[in-house]
């Protein structure tokens, strides 16, 4: 998908960039990012986690590692963990809830969640739990193009849970890629409207990268520019969101300059080693953990942009 036009859109980022300074000021959020398993059972036709795939050694963190791992971070200055894993229904809510609460108790950590399709009632009792935050893109608007995407689930359905958990009083974040293979550009405005709609208080965009092994294996990537004004859209619409500059967008190429056009959140991969390679939805060059060393150079990175670390 190309962009209509390749004109000057200086302009929005720099009012995207007000927007954010006057809505959400000069602090870039450093979010803690811990993938806790890489086993789903669902059929995603872009996602190198997908249940059908077969050459993927599968893993997942006892309870007790991934609550050590979550104090390692606090211990470096984090006060923002985010647990990820496929839809993987071994880690069941009452699990998942321990895990929260046991964080919570050592630490003074907001928690997100990033676990999948629940029923309501287990998202409540996450909510109760200590969850501050749950992460579920909506990854397209377009139902059509959602179901090729997704054959075992529907948009409906995942805009149910995104409803679901605002109205449970969550934090709520979705999000889409840029560059999937049958998009539009009249795709995306409909993505910027359904975030806008629910309305979310995070939002990450990424651009589609190609995974060998899924049935996506030929498409081409997303574009990062394009990606980029997506960012800032969904600034001037939702003024006080958390918008990400993403693990994808940076593969892309993007070397900060997301940051000047809205951008107010990184995450950092603190996964431990032994796990870290084996959560590939798309491929990427991943260094070793060293969540200390990691957290300064991010750090340092963000002071040099202008923009202070939090």
Known sequence: ???????????????????????????????????????CRRMCTYCGLRAPRQ????????????????CEAHAVGYRTIVLQSGEDPWYTPLMLGQIVSAIKAKTDMAVTLG?????????AFLKLAGTDR??????????DLYRRLHPDSSLDKRVGCLRTLKRLGYETGSGFMVG??????????????????????????????????TPLRDGTAGDAELTRRC???????????????????????????????GANVVMRKITPNCYKRMYEIYPAQLPDTDIPA????????????GRVPL
């Not at 893993?59 to 791992?69: G, K, L, N, S, W």
């Not at 749950?134 to 139902?143: C, G, Q, S, V």
């Not at 006080?240 to 070397?255: F, I, Q």
């Not at 990691?294 to 942009?305: D, F, G, M, T, V």
């Open 1 to 39: 998908m190309e962009l209509l036009e390749r004109e000057d859109f200086s302009p929005i980022y720099a009012q995207a960039d007000q927007v954010r300074a006057e809505a959400v000021g000069d602090t870039v959020h450093i979010r803690a990012l811990l993938e806790i398993s890489n086993h």
């Open 55 to 70: 050459n993927l050694t599968r893993y997942r963190m006892d309870p007790e590692e991934v609550v050590q791992a979550a």
């Open 115 to 123: 676990c999948g399709e629940m029923r309501e009632e287990d998202y």
């Open 134 to 143: 749950y992460l579920i893109k909506h990854e397209t608007a377009d139902p």
């Open 180 to 213: 999937l293979p049958g998009q539009t550009l009249e795709t995306l405005a409909q993505d910027l409207l359904l975030l806008a709609s629910i309305p979310c208080d995070m939002a990450g965009i990424g651009p589609f990268l190609p995974h060998p092994d």
């Open 231 to 261: 960012v800032a859209l969904a600034r001037l619409m939702l003024p006080s969101a958390n918008l990400p500059a993403t693990t994808a967008l940076t593969v892309r190429g993007d070397n900060g300059q997301v940051f000047s056009g």
């Open 294 to 305: 990691q957290r300064q150079q991010l750090e340092e990175q963000i002071r040099s942009l």
